[in-house]
């Protein structure tokens, strides 16, 4: 992913919040209208560099329109306001990831610096993970292949298409279907292919149908 570069007028805007001091900074600076500008920047941006894609779940909004994109902070504005406008913390998304995602810690590491590595995130990250290596769709099965697949499955509510698919109202307490479809994409033999497709089967034949 590229970040987002600044006009010079927006830049402006950036730079005198960062040049407030951090007891200064609030997370609502972010909806003043004199930040109008750079959040339009910011989405069309991502929008276009992301080929309207939400970086979590993947699915494609093919519309350039921002009233159904969220600008997406990485790490949330409202715990961490002075990363507001740090080119590698934004992105966009859909609504339904932006929303499951709330305000969950996702760094694991603590740091004042801006962090900037993948190690030092639990979920897949935008600019720092190659989201193939992480997570992997078979149609709408979200099948986690890492830790940060697994963390950024359930911090962005990725099972809702697997729930909606079995007819299961809201997101899977228990992602075990796609864990199981994870574990037959990983099986090595035929022994461990059919012992997930059994528990597949187990899995869909307990849950309740409406
Ligand atoms: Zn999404």
Redesign the pocket.
Known sequence: MTPVQYSAASQQVVTAFEAQSEAQQSSTYWSEDAVDPVRAEIKSHYIEDQNYT?V??K?QIATANKALWDAEHVICRDKVPRFMFTPQNLAV??R??NIAKGQTEVRATMRRKFPNESKHYRIVHPHFDNYSDHIRWLGDICVPLTDKGVETQAT?GLTRFTAKLLGIDGVLVNPGFDRYVGDLLKAKNRAEAKAAIAAISTYVEDIPQK
């Open positions: 939400c979590y779940c699915r998304s859909c339904d990831c962005c």
